[in-house]
């Protein structure tokens, strides 16, 4: 009787938890908050640097259109009208020439009070806008130095005209001589003339310095203003670089600690639980670093366990494998048993008839009945005969030659076969066919292979033969690394209990069978390196499969 294994019961042992060794600290300020904060104060410094450039640009804005539609265009008519100004003088013939030269004085006015009167509407249109105030109040000045100069220039083209009406209404002589007269001699006038065009000289010049000063002032203080806007933005400039540097350094050292975990991290996947790594701060890198060191201490804690509890299963492996050592022996002792009582049982009975046959032959012997004799000589040579070849058949299961393996296709030696039995099908109304395609070769020893297909086809033909016959099967086909052949027949089949045990030894469902060639195949098949199983049903026939591993291809030869 066999004796039951027996395994160490292996006790599961959970790691202990792991308690922080450090007092529970105070959270700091997180990486999040500083790089935040880092980011909000560049951001302020440049909302600064854009507001300020941008006022500075206002300003700028704001001052060049000043002069470009302010004082410009003013100093442009101003200098229009000094152009334009008469030089009037006391000198003899100064009436005749007046009046000769009435016309272009005229034309000459006009003009004069045209660049004044687009002054006033400059200056006015200035006044309208947004200006500083003194701005406003140097503009008003202006303003009113134009005004003047306009009333100015009213007087003297109304003088003027009157000048040209006198002359007109005195008598040719009187202006021929230039004598002087009372009311109607235009000499009067001249003097008026010459009075006004010095006033209105004066006010041009008064207006020139204002509007060159005034000029002169608002470029200084662009040029100040952009002095002041560049030295504003390369400070605050300066200062965005300073904090962004200092950014870089604290997300540089805030993240330092990032690469130690990383390391440790692949320390763990390579199996170093004891791995480490420093706590130095106390935002969430650090207590990630806590995190990781427990997690590391539990791994290490359960690998210590899973040691022990391999341990433990490799004593009772050792333990199990002795215990199996022990059953396969005693199994073995079975068998041999099993078959020495079969051996006996097949063998007592042929040799008590040889002793009953070898007196009768000593008997015929005597009498000299030599025909009897050779009769029963004959008979015992058979039964010897008989008897080898039952204990050829036994002792072939435990001494099977040593494969001899070659590389060759496997359609060959199925083709031969089926030719080598096709007269004993043919008795016994068996159909063979065979679907073998192109397929790699095999590494197989051809006779043991053959002598495997044999038996499985020997027992197709019989099942078939009781039931008058029938068609097998055989094909061949690629299934993966393997060859898989396949012999089905559509005979009776086999119930499921036959089915499980007909690779056991001496197990037959034949009366004459010896039990043995089934399990010699599968012998056969699992020194080839294969497999073998049979699928059957009742009533639906047989198919055993066999499946060999294709041979690998020569390696390049490395000369």
Same mark, same amino acid.
């Given at each position: 009787m066999? !004796?039951?294994?027996?395994?160490?019961?292996?006790?599961?042992?959970?790691p202990?938890?792991?308690?922080?060794?450090?007092?529970?600290?105070?959270?700091? %300020?997180? =990486?999040?908050?500083?790089v935040?904060a880092?980011?909000?104060v560049?951001?302020?410094l440049?909302l $600064?640097?854009?507001?300020?450039? =941008?006022?500075?640009?206002?300003?700028?804005r704001?001052?060049?259109?000043?002069?470009?539609?302010?004082?410009?265009?003013?100093a442009?008519?101003?200098?229009?009208?000094?152009?334009?100004?008469?030089?009037?003088?006391?000198?003899?013939?100064m009436?005749?020439?007046?009046?000769?030269?009435?016309r272009?004085?005229a034309?000459?006015?006009?003009r004069?009070e045209?660049h004044?009167?687009?002054?006033?509407?400059?200056?006015?249109?200035?006044l309208?806008e947004?200006?500083?105030?003194?701005?406003?109040? #140097?503009?008003?000045?202006?303003?009113?130095?134009?005004?003047?100069a306009?009333?100015?220039?009213?007087?003297?083209?109304?003088t003027?005209?009157?000048f040209?009406?006198?002359? !007109?209404?005195?008598?040719?002589?009187?202006? !021929?001589m230039?004598?002087?007269q009372?009311?109607?001699?235009?000499?009067?006038?001249?003097?008026?003339?010459?009075?006004?065009e010095r006033?209105l000289?004066?006010n041009?010049?008064?207006?020139?310095?204002?509007?060159s000063r005034?000029i002169?002032?608002?470029?200084?203080?662009?040029?100040?203003a952009?002095?002041?806007?560049?030295?504003?933005?390369?400070?605050?400039? @300066?200062?965005a670089?300073?904090?962004?540097i200092?950014? $870089?350094l604290?997300?540089?050292?805030a993240?330092?600690?990032?690469?130690?975990?990383i390391?440790?991290?692949?320390?763990?996947?390579?199996g170093?639980f004891a791995?480490?790594?420093?706590?130095?701060?106390?935002?969430?890198?650090?207590r990630?670093?806590?995190?990781?060191?427990s997690?590391?201490?539990s791994?290490?804690?359960?690998?210590?366990?899973?040691?022990?509890?391999?341990?433990?299963?490799e004593?009772?492996?050792?333990?199990?494998?002795?215990?199996q050592d022990?059953? %396969?022996?005693?199994e073995r002792? @079975?068998a041999?048993g099993?078959?020495a009582?079969?051996i006996?049982?097949?063998?007592?009975?042929?040799?008590?008839a040889?002793?009953l046959?070898?007196?009768?032959?000593?008997?015929e012997?005597?009498e000299?009945?030599?025909?009897d004799?050779?009769?029963?000589?004959?008979?015992i040579?058979?039964?010897?005969?008989?008897?080898?070849?039952?204990?050829e058949?036994?002792?072939?299961?435990?001494? =099977?030659?040593?494969?001899?393996l070659?590389v060759?296709?496997l @359609?060959?030696?199925? !083709?031969?076969?089926?030719?080598?039995?096709?007269?004993?099908?043919g008795i016994?109304l068996?159909?063979?066919?065979?679907?073998?395609?192109? =397929?790699?070769?095999v590494?197989?020893?051809?006779?043991?292979?053959?002598?495997a297909?044999?038996?499985i086809?020997?027992?197709?033909?019989?099942?078939?033969a009781?039931?008058?016959?029938g068609a097998?099967?055989?094909?061949?086909?690629?299934?993966?690394?393997?060859?898989?052949?396949?012999?089905?027949?559509d005979?009776?089949g086999?119930?499921?209990?036959?089915?499980?045990?007909?690779?056991?030894?001496?197990? #037959?469902t034949?009366?004459?069978?010896?039990g043995?060639?089934l399990?010699l195949?599968?012998q056969?098949?699992?020194?080839h390196g294969?497999?073998?199983?049979?699928?059957?049903?009742p009533?639906?026939g047989?198919?055993?499969?066999?499946?060999?591993p294709?041979?690998?291809p020569?390696?390049p030869? #490395?000369?």
């Amino acid at each position: 009787m066999a !004796e039951e294994p027996q395994i160490r019961s292996v006790r599961r042992t959970e790691p202990r938890p792991i308690t922080a060794a450090e007092p529970r600290q105070r959270p700091g %300020i997180s =990486l999040r908050a500083r790089v935040i904060a880092g980011y909000v104060v560049m951001l302020v410094l440049l909302l $600064l640097v854009f507001g300020a450039v =941008l006022g500075q640009l206002g300003q700028l804005r704001s001052d060049l259109a000043l002069l470009s539609e302010g004082y410009l265009p003013l100093a442009q008519e101003i200098a229009g009208v000094a152009s334009w100004s008469p030089q009037t003088d006391s000198q003899p013939g100064m009436i005749e020439r007046l009046y000769r030269e009435r016309r272009v004085d005229a034309w000459i006015f006009k003009r004069i009070e045209g660049h004044l009167e687009r002054s006033r509407l400059i200056t006015e249109a200035m006044l309208g806008e947004p200006l500083r105030d003194d701005d406003r109040a #140097s503009i008003e000045p202006i303003r009113a130095q134009v005004i003047l100069a306009l009333k100015v220039a009213d007087e003297i083209q109304d003088t003027h005209a009157l000048f040209v009406a006198a002359v !007109e209404n005195a008598p040719a002589s009187a202006v !021929e001589m230039d004598l002087e007269q009372d009311a109607d001699d235009p000499g009067v006038y001249v003097p008026r003339l010459l009075d006004l065009e010095r006033q209105l000289d004066i006010n041009l010049r008064i207006l020139t310095k204002r509007i060159s000063r005034r000029i002169s002032r608002v470029v200084d203080r662009t040029r100040a203003a952009h002095r002041d806007a560049v030295v504003f933005a390369g400070a605050v400039s @300066a200062v965005a670089f300073v904090v962004a540097i200092l950014l $870089l350094l604290n997300t540089h050292f805030a993240l330092r600690p990032i690469r130690r975990l990383i390391a440790g991290a692949e320390h763990i996947r390579e199996g170093s639980f004891a791995e480490r790594v420093p706590v130095e701060t106390r935002d969430e890198i650090g207590r990630l670093a806590r995190s990781f060191n427990s997690m590391a201490a539990s791994l290490e804690e359960r690998e210590r366990a899973l040691e022990r509890r391999t341990e433990q299963l490799e004593e009772a492996l050792a333990d199990l494998r002795a215990t199996q050592d022990r059953v %396969i022996r005693t199994e073995r002792l @079975a068998a041999i048993g099993h078959m020495a009582a079969q051996i006996a049982h097949e063998v007592r009975n042929p040799l008590n008839a040889l002793g009953l046959n070898a007196d009768l032959l000593g008997e015929e012997i005597s009498e000299g009945n030599t025909d009897d004799a050779a009769e029963i000589l004959g008979a015992i040579q058979n039964e010897v005969r008989r008897l080898t070849e039952i204990t050829e058949a036994y002792l072939s299961v435990g001494r =099977l030659p040593p494969l001899r393996l070659e590389v060759q296709p496997l @359609a060959p030696i199925i !083709e031969e076969l089926v030719r080598f039995q096709a007269e004993e099908l043919g008795i016994a109304l068996v159909e063979v066919s065979l679907d073998l395609p192109a =397929l790699p070769e095999v590494h197989v020893d051809a006779d043991q292979l053959r002598q495997a297909l044999l038996n499985i086809l020997r027992n197709a033909v019989e099942a078939l033969a009781e039931h008058g016959g029938g068609a097998v099967r055989i094909s061949a086909a690629m299934e993966g690394a393997w060859v898989l052949i396949e012999i089905a027949d559509d005979g009776p089949g086999m119930a499921a209990e036959h089915v499980s045990r007909i690779f056991d030894p001496f197990y #037959s469902t034949k009366s004459t069978g010896s039990g043995l060639g089934l399990p010699l195949t599968q012998q056969v098949v699992g020194e080839h390196g294969g497999r073998i199983a049979c699928i059957s049903s009742p009533g639906e026939g047989t198919t055993f499969s066999i499946r060999l591993p294709v041979a690998s291809p020569p390696e390049p030869d #490395s000369a």
